[in-house]
């Protein structure tokens, strides 16, 4: 390319092209190895910032657009994970990309109706006791629902915490639910704090699943 140029142009010319290529390659090492976005090649930088942007731009239509993508049968999916979980009252469990808490709600009702069916259990064996026995003890074990469960939805977008929030809030959800803003490839919790780790469509979306 630098044929026909004079020789300080020319050289100038190289300079400029080594001096860009270097440029590229220490943007690239600060940004990490290169790797893929659908058909284009980004570095793993670039591809958390596009994922980034995909659900902070859809947070909204979200839920909408998942059941009219998979005419409805992730909600099947994610009742089979469920029920292969088999929560019990007591259980600790962790949501990576949470998102709009879809699993955290069916591991809520999922272990309200175990512990319900536990109460109904207990009734029934204490048929001795009076009245106000029975109601006192029903008035303590419903008001915790859950029996000292938990559910932690931690997910990396701000937007699909806020509508997953909005969803908990209107139905009802807040008994052992939390919220934490995170990255998959840094949790932000201690080892063994949780009995059960989910993540449920989520793991194509982290880029370094090594980590
Ligand atoms: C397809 S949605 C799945 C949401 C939910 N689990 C469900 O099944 O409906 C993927 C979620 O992964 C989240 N996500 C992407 N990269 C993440 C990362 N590195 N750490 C945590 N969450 C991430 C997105 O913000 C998004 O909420």
């Given at each position: 390319a630098a044929a026909g140029l004079c020789p300080c142009r020319a050289l100038l010319a190289r300079c400029g092209g080594a001096l860009r290529a270097l440029c590229g390659s220490v943007r690239g090492l600060a940004a990490g190895p290169a790797t893929h976005f659908g058909f284009q090649t980004v570095t793993e930088a670039e591809r958390r910032e596009k994922i980034y942007q995909v659900f902070e731009s859809v947070a909204k239509k979200y839920d909408v657009m998942n059941d009219s993508m998979t005419l409805g049968i992730h909600r099947v999916w994610k009742d089979i994970l469920m029920h292969k979980m088999n929560p019990s009252p007591g259980t600790l469990l962790l949501d990576v990309?949470?998102?709009?808490g879809d699993i955290a709600f069916r591991f809520i009702n999922y272990v309200r109706s175990v512990r319900e069916r536990q109460l109904q259990r207990k009734l029934k064996h204490h048929q001795n006791l009076s009245w106000q026995e029975i109601s006192e003890s029903y008035q303590e074990d419903k008001s915790k629902s859950l029996g000292n469960s938990q559910v932690v939805v931690c997910d990396i977008n701000k937007e699909m915490l806020k509508v997953g929030k909005q969803k908990a809030q209107h139905l009802g959800y807040s008994e052992g639910l939390s919220w934490v803003l995170g990255n998959a490839e840094e949790l932000p919790f201690d080892d063994d704090k949780f009995d059960v780790y989910t993540i449920a469509f989520g793991i194509r979306n982290v880029t370094r699943i090594d980590l």
């Open positions: 990309a949470g998102g709009t």
